[in-house]
DNA sequence: CGACCGGCGGCAAGCGGTTGCCATCTGTTG
DNA sequence: CAACAGATGGCAACCGCTTGCCGCCGGTCG
């Protein structure tokens, strides 16, 4: 490498793209001036500037963004790790994240966790040391592997909550409110919750979220669970959920939601007759299910261009609050899955109604 | 910049994260030789390299990929060009590449298109100089645009064909010839295709195949369109069908199908006892809906797995054959959209038929 | 009228690796 | 035993751009 010819472009062939230096000789300056004609404006004189681009634009010269990016650190990139691309939630927030970027003069560098924490983690430490900042959608990662990065990069995570670690949330408090309402203004008593992964902080917290509203309308609820987030996983649920299903339930999320139907539908259940089901996120799938889901539907879009903002805010010296800040509002978007819950008399006879107290 | 400490890490305060010259200066080596421990396996004694790996352990080291990546160009950085993050159609194949790039050490970098022309070369432009290789999945640039950056890049086109460019094509010519096969044995004799984006070779050859089928089946085909490739579209061709619309029709992709579902039974008309529709891409909701989409579903993770692999071999000097190879086998998922025609007499009484000719 | 100052360019030292070439050293070969 | 080849490590010149510091120059101020 050390030899690579270096001649003036001979017989117009080019051979290598035109670098400061080139344009520097070609306009009779120095390089640094060049690089300040562009990366510093007013810092040259004017006119000077104008004649540098100008033979720059003949030249063909392009900023070599890597050259560029070793001595600043400035490279342009930001992280958006997400835990499954196939997952619709998602690709409202790349699409949000994607057109603040590209706003912002940045490009996404996306990873795809699998539902994997390894893979997730693995590919964030490839990723790290290129990008300024990081997006963490619906991670797997552990609080203290988030710190990690956040202690290295400007970091924003979504729809969870890290001591210490920007965050944009879901009002997960409101929209479970919205739903109990919802289910108790049609004489549901009681619910239970079809739950997510584990690993998900979402899940936790609108399970807890969940308990709480229900008591406070004085409905009992239930959990199973953990499924997969996925269609697969609703159905699996199903047959967890037995027999003689609750006459209410309300699922991690949109694709568990309808999975869960799905299955109750091929069982030889009727919803929402029998069983009024609520999903949350709203995906383009829930209205062309039937029934059309009844689900929390969230800003996911306007998520995604809020956390890049932050990210390209914290990156530009903002001190960033730490703390969740207010949470983004959502609303129940009501459709045919839920209904006014069946006369009791035909229900569950089997069941003894010691444990209904409360 | 010129003056920034360069202390040996007082106080064990990581002031710096550490670099070969570090790890060469704790070693006792010179940083060529610790740079070689680490890329050039076997240049250097296998004794000597251990010692080295392990003060590097020690001291935390962790190369500098732009700083390996300004000699010799290696980012590891692969760019994937979708036009529309929001069609499932890309989740796929974004899952598909992922997991492929992740396998060879490379990260992907996401450009949405918006289904914009001038934002898809805007994003490629600001890309192109820091990957390795690029995948057009669903561009709308132009054939000399694509073949531009072609000449930069080890570039892989999915389902186009441009002269000079590798690319990765679903058989269009069979899943057409399926779709009419099976349209014709449910007694269709006429269908229209319902065009997507003009941008968009694949509604271009999906068309022309669809055509050539119809033609050997003896089948009349018309064609409506432009429309988005998107719900909104179908439900917009579907007024641009009429109050009379046709007994088959065969859509862009799924997502046209379904909007065109949902606006014909908006509008009165039943699927497929009316009408029978057919999609393309087999995304997710298309069994979703009500009926359950017949479409033509292409192996799409494949395809993304495939088009990394195809870079990833270009990357690494082979000669990539410039040909779309063999297509990529499609096949038809017949669903409750398509049915058998209702019988004619109740059809159409107001248009002659004269033009039934053939 | 000399000191001072702001504007403008240039110099050169990085950023953190990579790699061609060379010097040693050791083990072979004739 | 000398010539030689392969293994191994070091030197130093890059990759292309950024930026602290300095010097020059013309204008302003006291």
Redesign the pocket.
């Known amino acids: 490498?050390?030899?690579?010819k270096?001649e003036p472009a001979a017989r117009d062939v080019p051979s290598?793209?035109p670098?400061?230096?080139d344009?520097?000789a070609a306009a009779?300056?120095?390089?640094?001036?060049?690089?300040?004609a562009?990366?510093?404006p007013?810092?040259?004189?004017?006119?000077?500037?104008e004649r540098i681009r100008q033979v720059a634009a003949d030249l063909g010269?392009?900023?070599?963004p890597?050259?560029?990016a070793?001595?600043?650190g400035r490279t342009s990139l930001l992280a958006l790790v997400v835990s499954d691309v196939t997952n619709p939630v998602y690709a409202e927030i790349i699409r949000g994240a994607e057109a603040a970027a590209a706003e912002a003069g940045l490009v996404v560098l996306l990873l795809d966790a699998h539902e994997s924490d390894r893979r997730e983690r693995d590919g964030l430490e490839r990723a790290l040391p290129i990008v300024e900042g990081v997006i963490l959608a619906g991670t797997r990662m552990s609080d203290s592997a988030i710190r990690m990065t956040a202690k290295q990069r400007p970091t924003v995570v979504l729809n969870r909550q890290v001591a210490d670690v920007p965050s944009l949330v879901q009002d997960n408090a409101l929209g479970m409110r919205l739903v109990v309402r919802h289910l108790a203004e049609h004489d549901h008593r009681a619910l239970t919750y079809v739950a997510g992964p584990e690993a998900s902080w979402a899940d936790g917290m609108r399970w807890r979220r969940l308990r709480e509203a229900a008591a406070e309308a004085g409905l009992r609820v239930q959990r199973t669970g953990p499924f997969p987030p996925t269609i697969a996983g609703g159905q699996e649920a199903a047959t967890a959920l037995g027999p003689e299903p609750p006459t209410a339930v309300v699922a991690y999320n949109d694709q568990v939601a309808i999975g869960l139907m799905l299955a109750l539908q091929a069982a030889g259940h009727s919803v929402p007759e029998e069983i009024s089901v609520v999903g949350h996120d709203n995906i383009l799938p829930a209205q062309l299910v039937t029934p059309r889901l009844t689900t929390v539907a969230a800003p996911l879009r306007v998520q995604g261009r809020d956390a890049v903002n932050a990210v390209v805010a914290a990156r530009a010296g903002a001190p960033s609050r730490t703390g969740p800040g207010v949470p983004l509002p959502v609303r129940l978007v009501v459709r045919d899955s839920t209904a006014r819950r069946r006369h009791p008399l035909s229900a569950r006879p089997a069941r003894t109604a010691t444990t209904d107290a409360r």
């Open positions: 490498m050390a030899d690579r270096r290598r793209p670098t400061i230096y344009v520097a009779g300056v120095a390089a640094s001036t060049v690089s300040r562009f990366s510093r007013g810092r040259v004189n004017a006119a000077t500037a010269y392009r900023m070599n890597l050259a560029s070793l001595p600043t």
